[in-house]
């Protein structure tokens, strides 16, 4: 991944692409803004591509939702 020095900090240039963790537990495919708002509620992790559509897949948006 590349990254770029901002201060004294690093940082990725690149979006993040993951649909697991490290250790190998899933991330789920939120699919709507219901998906969303569930997950969040339950605090599981989720991600989801640009503006819910596949053909976005270059632009894959990852986030994790209710992570404490």
């Known amino acids: 991944m590349k990254t770029v020095k901002i201060g004294n900090q690093q940082w990725?240039?690149?979006n993040l692409n993951v649909d697991?963790?490290?250790?190998?537990d899933e991330i789920q495919q939120a699919k709507s803004a219901e998906d969303w708002l569930m997950d969040l509620k339950e605090k599981k992790p989720?991600?989801?591509y640009y503006e819910n559509d596949?053909?976005?897949e270059?632009?894959?948006?990852?986030?994790?939702t209710g992570m404490q």
């Not at 270059?58 to 994790?64: A, G, T």
């Open 12 to 14: 990725s240039s690149e």
């Open 58 to 64: 270059k632009n894959m948006v990852s986030f994790i």
């Open 20 to 24: 697991h963790f490290n250790n190998g």
């Open 54 to 56: 596949a053909s976005n």
């Open 46 to 48: 989720a991600w989801c």
